[in-house]
């Protein structure tokens, strides 16, 4: 188990951006393959963006060309960065390995976007 710590989330306008930070041990992301996902009210949680360990990503069709996820080596970080928001993208994104653990969900953070 390890403690993944996700920041950033808050309420932003439709078309805005916000950028979301997962910290956890270096060691850690060099061994794993890492996702963020989202859950929605009422909806199921999802997988939106991932990147595996050797720099490779993917991205679920509804937020390709608007989401982008990196990896900081120096501040052991991994972001998603999120522009064009629409009112869809609204959830508590988590972050977590691909496949993802269930010890190692942490808190999440809101993300409002608003019409």
């Known amino acids: 188990q390890v403690q993944l710590v996700e920041s950033g989330g808050g309420l932003v306008q439709a078309g805005g951006s916000l950028r979301l930070s997962c910290g956890a041990s270096?060691?850690?992301?060099?061994?794993?393959?890492m996702g963020w996902y989202r859950q929605a009210p009422g909806k199921e949680r999802e997988l939106v963006a991932s990147?595996?360990?050797?720099?490779?990503?993917n991205y679920v069709d509804s937020v390709k060309g608007r989401f982008t996820i990196s990896r900081d080596y120096a501040k052991n970080t991994v972001y998603l960065q999120m522009n064009s928001l629409k009112p869809e993208d609204t959830a508590v994104y988590y972050c977590?390995?691909?496949?993802?653990?269930?010890?190692?969900w942490g808190q999440g953070t809101q993300v409002t976007v608003s019409s």
């Open positions: 990147r595996t360990r050797y720099g490779t990503t």
């Open positions: 270096r060691i850690f992301f060099s061994t794993n393959d």
């Open positions: 977590n390995t691909v496949p993802h653990v269930r010890a190692n």
